[in-house]
């Protein structure tokens, strides 16, 4: 079993709609990231969250920590959105473990 | 400016061939590391190096090895490369070890064995 979990997998929307990807782990973490892989390869950092909630633009994303579950949500969705998703977190050993990603796809 | 530099882009080999990946950094970190995507797109880190000491090794293969001439630039050797190494290898780099620093990553070097 993965130690990151990230739901869905998959995921088509319509432009304009509220987009929730979900991310939960099983260790105890220093971060969690949020991790933008874009269709041509190219990997961006997009939050680094030990708690609470950060914003940044259409970006929201959330940790409960006592719960070990992250959100990240996109409103008003774009096409330009369209990307995989990875969530990853920093265990307190400072050991990296990466969720198998979500599959974004923004429909205009 | 490019922050983290990767080259080449492309690497194309055959089986049992010795090749490098060349990784820079211009944002006065220091802490690098060396990540593998496989096929199916799961990132594992493979190493990292903080000061020119290596801190992390997840069970990667001896025939990988990293190398770090400075603090800006992190190079990893592949020996004796086998069909299994093909995948897309990201560098990339944070200021410090601390897991709270966000780490800024290169643009992969997709490597094809044959």
């Known amino acids: 079993k993965n130690e990151v979990e990230q739901s869905p997998q998959n995921l088509t929307a319509q432009e304009g709609e509220f987009i929730t990807i979900n991310c939960s782990y099983s260790?105890?973490?220093?971060?969690l990231h949020w991790l933008q892989q874009h269709p041509g390869g190219g990997i961006v950092s997009l939050f680094m969250?030990?708690?609470g909630k950060k914003k940044h633009g259409r970006l929201i994303a959330t940790i409960n920590i006592q719960e070990k579950h992250s959100s990240l949500h996109i409103t008003a969705s774009h096409p330009r959105d369209s990307a995989v998703y990875i969530c990853?977190?920093?265990?307190?050993?400072?050991?990296?473990?990466f969720g198998t990603g979500t599959s974004l796809t923004v429909i205009p | 400016d490019t922050a983290v530099s990767q080259t080449p882009k492309y690497l194309v080999t055959q089986m049992g061939n010795d090749k490098s990946i060349k990784c820079e950094q211009n944002?006065?970190?220091?802490?690098m590391y060396w990540y593998k995507q496989d096929s199916k797109k799961f990132l594992k880190i493979m190493f990292s190096?903080?000061?020119?000491?290596?801190?992390i090794n997840e069970t990667v293969p001896n025939r990988f090895s990293p190398k770090s001439p400075d603090k800006a630039h992190l190079n990893l050797h592949i020996n004796s490369l086998e069909l299994g190494d093909s995948a897309v290898y990201f560098c990339?780099?944070?200021?410090?070890?601390?897991?709270?620093?966000?780490?800024?990553f290169g643009p992969g070097t997709r490597l094809t064995v044959l």
């Open positions: 990339a780099s944070r200021q410090g070890p601390q897991a709270y620093n966000e780490q800024f």
């Open positions: 260790v105890g973490i220093s971060a």
């Open positions: 969250l030990s708690s």
């Open positions: 990853a977190v920093t265990d307190t050993g400072n050991q990296f473990y």
């Open positions: 944002l006065g970190h220091d802490t």
């Open positions: 190096y903080n000061n020119k000491e290596l801190i």
